[in-house]
C-alpha cells in the first residue's frame, strides 16, 4: 500500500507500481472486420479467445499477483478451473476480481452509470458521436448499468446487433491520460477511432467517487481558438495528445513526444499548462518522425531502470552519426528534416533559454545521471540486439514498449527473440509468464525476491493490435523513487 493518502501519485516510470487502470479485451475486438480494421487502428484481425484466455489473462494474473495478490494467491486453479466460464476476468460478473489496484475501466463506468443524470448525459453524448437515431437513444435508456457500460464499449446491445463501432484500442489505457505527480492530464486523440474512449474516461475521471480527491488536478487542454475553422488534415495548430507520448521521469521532469499522434499545438498547450500548476519544472520535446511504426515516443524508447533503457538503435548517436556521413546524401536530403528526432528541453525558471539535446541517448543519459542522481554507466537495451532487420521487425511488435512493474522488472512479449538476448546480454534474467505463475503458486519464489528480468508474455495476437504493456497500462500510483542527488 502506498505509504500517504494520496489516491494518485506518479513520479517516475519504473518506482514499484501499486495502482493501475487498464481494460481487458471486450468482444469489440472480435467484430473488427478487415476493412475497417487500418481504419480502427489494427493492422489486422484478432482471434478474440486466444487474445483474452492465452494472452491477456496472463497480464491480469501478474499484475494481481504484484499489486494485489490476496485476490488472487492460493487460487489460481480454481479460477482458470474446469468450467472454463473466465467469469473471474469478466467486468459485470459477480465472481469478477474488482481490485482496487488492477482497476478495469469497464466497472468504474458501470459504476457511474447506476446515477441516473450521469446516464441521461452520457448516452446523449455517445449518440451524438456516433451520430445514433433518436429511436436508439432513447431505447438505450431502458438497459441496466452492466449492460450500457458494456454496449459503449463494444457496440454491440444485448441482442447482439451491432449499434455503433466497437473501441478496440480501449485496451491501450496508457493513451486516455497520464498521471503526472498528482495531477491527471487527460488526452485529445488524434484518430476518430479513439473518440469515444476519451468521452467515456472524461466522464469517469469527472464523476466516479475514487477521482473525488482529484477533481481539481485534472487538466484538459484547450483546443486552439477558433480551431474549428482549421482545414481538415495536416495543421499542427491541432491540439491533439495521446498518453503514449508522456512520460514522467521524474517528479520534476516530463518527457513529451510530437509525433503522428500528438501535435506541436498540444506540446506547447501542455508545457504552459504544467509549467503554470507547478506541476514539473521542465519538460522535454521529443519530436520524433511522424509515422505508423513510430506512434508514439514509448514505442521507440521506454525506462527499465534508473540507468537502463531500452530503445530503437535509430535514434542512436551512432545511427545518426552514420546517417550524415555520406555528404552529397545530406545535402539532397537535408530539408528531410522531418525524418530526424529533434529534442528541445524547457526549463520553466528559464523559458527563454532552452537546452538542445542531439539524440535520445545523450537526452536519456542526461535523465539517468543528472535528473537520478545516477552514477553507473547508463546503459542501452536496443530492439532485435541492434541487428537488421530484428531491429524494426522487433519494434513493430514493440520490444521497446515495456512496462516496469518495479525498477529492473519488466513486461514485454515473448515474440521478440533478438531484444529478450539483448537483455539476457545486459544482465537481466529472462522469465517466461506461465512458468513464473506456477512457481508463484507453488511459493518456490515470491514477487519481492524478482529482480532485473524480463518476464515474458504470450503475444502472437496482441501484438497484432499494435501496442505492447507500455501502451496497456494507465498507471495512477508508483512508489517513489529514493534519487540521492
Ligand atoms: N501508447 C501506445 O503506443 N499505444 C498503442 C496504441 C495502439 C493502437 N492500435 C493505436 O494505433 O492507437
Not at 293 to 304: A, G, N, P, S
Not at 394 to 408: F, I
Request: net charge negative; proline share 4%.
Amino acid at each position: 500500500m502506498p505509504k500517504d493518502n494520496a489516491f494518485a501519485s506518479v513520479t517516475s516510470e519504473i518506482g514499484t507500481l501499486r495502482k493501475l487502470l487498464v481494460h481487458s479485451p471486450d468482444s469489440g475486438l472480435g467484430k473488427v472486420v478487415p476493412s475497417k480494421a487500418q481504419d480502427w487502428l489494427f493492422e489486422d484481425i484478432v482471434h478474440l479467445d486466444t487474445i483474452r484466455r492465452k494472452e491477456y489473462d496472463y497480464y491480469t494474473k501478474i499484475l494481481l499477483y504484484f499489486l494485489d495478490p490476496e485476490k488472487i494467491q492460493g487460487r489460481l486453479k480454481k479460477i482458470d478451473g474446469k468450467d472454463g466460464q473466465r467469469n473471474f476476468y469478466k467486468p459485470g460478473h459477480k465472481e469478477f476480481y474488482r481490485s482496487e489496484k488492477v482497476i478495469e475501466l469497464q466497472w468504474l463506468l458501470e459504476e457511474i452509470l447506476e446515477d441516473r443524470e450521469i446516464r441521461l448525459t452520457l448516452i446523449a453524448s455517445v449518440c451524438a458521436v456516433e451520430g445514433c437515431s433518436y429511436a436508439i437513444q432513447q431505447n438505450l435508456m431502458d438497459y441496466p448499468a452492466a449492460d450500457l457500460a458494456k454496449i459503449f464499449i463494444s457496440g454491440t446491445a444485448t441482442d447482439k446487433s451491432m449499434l455503433f463501432p466497437p473501441i478496440p484500442n480501449f485496451i491501450f489505457t496508457r493513451d486516455i491520460g497520464i498521471t503526472i505527480n498528482n495531477h491527471i492530464l487527460l488526452n485529445k486523440p488524434a484518430k476518430k477511432a479513439r473518440t469515444r474512449e476519451a468521452l467515456l474516461v472524461r466522464y469517469i475521471f469527472f464523476n466516479h467517487p475514487l477521482f473525488a480527491s482529484l477533481r481539481e488536478n485534472i487538466i484538459e487542454l484547450p483546443d486552439t481558438h477558433q480551431h474549428f475553422l482549421l482545414p481538415k488534415e495536416g495543421d499542427e495548430k491541432k491540439v491533439t495528445l495521446e498518453g503514449g507520448d508522456v512520460m514522467v521521469v521524474t517528479k520534476d521532469h516530463v518527457l513529451i513526444g510530437v509525433s503522428e499522434r500528438t501535435s506541436m499545438e498540444a506540446a506547447h498547450q501542455a508545457i504552459h499548462a504544467l509549467f503554470e500548476r507547478n506541476v514539473v519544472k521542465k519538460v522535454s520535446i521529443v519530436k520524433i518522425p511522424k509515422k505508423r511504426d513510430y506512434m508514439h515516443i514509448d514505442t521507440v524508447f521506454t525506462q527499465v531502470k534508473r540507468n537502463v533503457w531500452v530503445m530503437l538503435g535509430n535514434f542512436s548517436k551512432k545511427a545518426i552519426k552514420k546517417e550524415d556521413a555520406d555528404t552529397v546524401q545530406r545535402i539532397l536530403e537535408g530539408k528531410k528534416d522531418d525524418n530526424k528526432i529533434k529534442i528541445i528541453q524547457f526549463r520553466k525558471k528559464d523559458l527563454e533559454n532552452p537546452v538542445y539535446f542531439d539524440n535520445l541517448e545523450d537526452l536519456l543519459n542526461d535523465i539517468s545521471r543528472n535528473d537520478m542522481g545516477c552514477d553507473e554507466k547508463t546503459r542501452f537495451i536496443y530492439s532485435g540486439n541492434n541487428e537488421f532487420p530484428f531491429d524494426a521487425r522487433e519494434q513493430w511488435t514493440d520490444s521497446c514498449n515495456v512496462l516496469a512493474l518495479k525498477e529492473g522488472v519488466v513486461l514485454g512479449y515473448d515474440r521478440n527473440d533478438k531484444t529478450a538476448d539483448a537483455f539476457e546480454n545486459a544482465g537481466f534474467k529472462i522469465l517466461h509468464a506461465k512458468e513464473l505463475l506456477d512457481e508463484l503458486e507453488a511459493g518456490t519464489i515470491t514477487t519481492d525476491e524478482i529482480k532485473d528480468s524480463l518476464i515474458l508474455m504470450p503475444s502472437a495476437e496482441l501484438s497484432r493490435a499494435r501496442g505492447g504493456f507500455h501502451c496497456m497500462s494507465m498507471p495512477i500510483y508508483r512508489e517513489e523513487l529514493k534519487i540521492e542527488n
